[in-house]
């Protein structure tokens, strides 16, 4: 033993940084089909091996194998590729937007387009989402009008929340998309109080909480986790590692030489780690944890392994942390070719059917954005009243809001 060596402070840091390539072996991934499937009434703790595992469902060739590959209607998979593909064009369009300064600020969900979709079409509609800002693809699986979107992210005269809020942070009630807050975390606990709440009332509705790898680092992740396991909370804990958050990679956030999916375990949560770049596997995952919890068998927490591939926003340049061929090397690859090509391999898709689709969905999305650009954009001045800004920070305006809304003169 070394007693008198001095003592060191343990800094992670991702193998890859610009110019030098990323060493994926630290994400383990098992062949398709390998990890075992338990009944739905599994025991927490009999969940330890599939916190470390990783359910996968799609191999390299597009073949669905194994325990986990779901009972699915083909339409339901058909509906998920288009909903993932609508996810990737509208990301797309805004980006470009955001860069003709017709709105502020965006951020895209590249190469996590499966996770939300997946699970969208897993859950029930009424049951409610706690989302992040990068779940759009929860929207687009449950065909929330285009224009309301972009009529929020340009602040408009028919921007739904009023231009109070910053472009991204949408909130759907009846798509049971719960209002996204900067705060990060705060969602995941209070999905968690929904669930409570729905058992409470007798309810058979249930709670999908969303947190990304870097915000799991918040207080409100862990006391969600007690909150869930000591009530058996009917909620899907969603932790979505794509590896980064902005600049910080997933291990300064505690994922070093260990998962997210073992922390749930160690709170007495029954857990999984799953590819999220698997439609499929995301399917299958979701329905069981959708089961455990409308069962009353308690929270089920999911960690979603995949690769946050565009700029974590608009104000993001990634070649400044990370090698820009990272996304290209990443062993789980892009969740719209799997899918594709799955699809294609078993007769119930091709690639006219694919360019058609692409085609048809840009078009939906380029005419949802010249709809909405004429009720303004941020480049033309076209905002909700003033006078809207002092509505509904109490439900009736106090006497102190009013004053301060004259003095504006409107
Ligand atoms: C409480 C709080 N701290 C810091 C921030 C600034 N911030 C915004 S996004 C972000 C990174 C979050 O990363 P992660 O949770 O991994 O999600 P991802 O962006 O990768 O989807 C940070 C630090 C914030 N919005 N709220």
Same mark, same amino acid.
């Given at each position: 033993?070394?007693?008198?060596?001095?003592?060191?402070?343990?800094?992670?840091?991702?193998?890859?940084?610009?110019?030098?390539?990323?060493?994926?072996?630290?994400?383990?991934?098992?062949?398709?089909?390998?990890?075992?499937?338990?009944?739905?009434?599994?025991?927490?703790?009999?969940?330890?091996?599939?916190?470390?595992?990783?359910?996968?469902?799609?191999?390299?060739?597009?073949?669905?194998?194994?325990?986990?590959?779901p009972?699915i209607?083909?339409?339901t998979?058909?509906?998920g590729?288009?909903a993932m593909?609508?996810t990737?064009?509208?990301?797309?369009?805004?980006?470009?937007?955001?860069?003709?300064?017709?709105?502020?600020?965006?951020?895209?969900s590249?190469?996590e387009e499966a996770i939300g979709t997946a699970q969208a079409l897993a859950l029930n509609i009424?049951d409610m989402c706690f989302p992040t800002?990068r779940q759009q693809s929860l929207l687009m699986a449950r065909?929330?009008?285009?224009?309301?979107?972009?009529?929020?992210?340009?602040?408009?005269?028919?921007?739904?929340?009023?231009?109070?809020?910053?472009?991204?942070?949408?909130?759907?009630?009846?798509?049971g998309f719960?209002?996204?807050?900067?705060?990060?975390?705060?969602?995941?606990?209070?999905a968690?109080?929904?669930?409570?709440?729905?058992?409470?009332?007798?309810?058979?509705?249930i709670a999908s909480a969303w +947190? =990304?790898?870097?915000?799991?680092? $918040?207080?409100?992740?862990?006391?969600?986790?007690?909150? /869930?396991? #000591?009530?058996? %909370?009917?909620v899907i804990l969603n932790v979505v590692?794509?590896?980064?958050?902005?600049?910080?990679?997933?291990?300064?956030?505690?994922?070093?030489?260990?998962?997210?999916?073992?922390?749930?375990?160690?709170?007495?949560?029954?857990?999984l780690?799953v590819?999220g770049?698997d439609f499929l596997a995301v399917y299958a995952a979701s329905k069981w944890a959708s089961e455990?919890a409308?069962?009353?068998?308690?929270?089920t927490?999911i960690e979603w392994?995949t690769?946050?591939?565009?700029?974590?926003?608009?104000?993001?340049?990634?070649?400044?942390?990370?090698?820009?061929?990272?996304?290209?090397?990443?062993?789980?690859?892009?969740p719209?070719?799997?899918?594709?090509?799955?699809?294609?391999? +078993? =007769?119930?898709?091709?690639?006219? $059917?694919?360019?058609?689709?692409?085609?048809?969905?840009? /078009?939906? #999305?380029?005419? %949802?954005?010249?709809?909405?650009?004429?009720?303004?954009?941020?480049?033309?001045?076209?905002?909700?009243?003033?006078?809207?800004?002092?509505?509904?920070?109490?439900?009736?305006?106090?006497?102190?809001?009013?004053?301060?809304?004259?003095?504006?003169?409107?």
């Amino acid at each position: 033993m070394h007693q008198n060596e001095p003592l060191r402070l343990h800094v992670p840091e991702p193998t890859g940084r610009p110019g030098h390539a990323t060493d994926f072996s630290y994400l383990h991934v098992s062949p398709a089909g390998a990890a075992r499937r338990p009944p739905i009434d599994v025991s927490p703790p009999e969940t330890s091996d599939l916190a470390f595992a990783l359910v996968r469902v799609l191999d390299d060739d597009g073949n669905a194998l194994g325990p986990w590959a779901p009972q699915i209607e083909l339409e339901t998979v058909r509906a998920g590729l288009r909903a993932m593909m609508k996810t990737r064009i509208f990301d797309a369009r805004m980006l470009v937007a955001q860069r003709q300064k017709k709105i502020s600020f965006y951020m895209q969900s590249l190469g996590e387009e499966a996770i939300g979709t997946a699970q969208a079409l897993a859950l029930n509609i009424d049951d409610m989402c706690f989302p992040t800002y990068r779940q759009q693809s929860l929207l687009m699986a449950r065909d929330v009008p285009l224009v309301d979107l972009i009529c929020q992210l340009m602040s408009n005269e028919h921007d739904p929340l009023k231009g109070r809020q910053l472009p991204v942070m949408y909130s759907v009630r009846k798509a049971g998309f719960f209002s996204i807050s900067g705060n990060l975390a705060t969602q995941f606990l209070q999905a968690v109080g929904w669930g409570m709440a729905s058992a409470i009332k007798g309810d058979t509705k249930i709670a999908s909480a969303w +947190i =990304g790898d870097g915000a799991t680092a $918040e207080a409100d992740f862990d006391t969600g986790l007690t909150f /869930a396991h #000591v009530y058996r %909370a009917p909620v899907i804990l969603n932790v979505v590692n794509n590896q980064w958050a902005i600049s910080t990679f997933q291990t300064i956030a505690g994922g070093e030489n260990t998962t997210f999916a073992a922390r749930g375990v160690g709170c007495g949560i029954a857990s999984l780690r799953v590819d999220g770049n698997d439609f499929l596997a995301v399917y299958a995952a979701s329905k069981w944890a959708s089961e455990r919890a409308r069962g009353n068998l308690g929270p089920t927490l999911i960690e979603w392994v995949t690769y946050r591939a565009g700029p974590h926003s608009t104000s993001d340049d990634p070649s400044k942390y990370r090698p820009a061929d990272d996304w290209a090397r990443f062993p789980l690859g892009d969740p719209i070719a799997r899918l594709k090509q799955h699809l294609i391999g +078993i =007769g119930a898709w091709s690639e006219q $059917e694919h360019e058609d689709t692409q085609k048809a969905l840009e /078009a939906q #999305v380029m005419a %949802a954005q010249k709809e909405a650009e004429q009720y303004g954009t941020l480049a033309n001045g076209h905002i909700s009243s003033a006078a809207a800004m002092f509505e509904d920070v109490y439900k009736d305006m106090p006497e102190h809001l009013r004053r301060q809304r004259q003095q504006l003169g409107i």
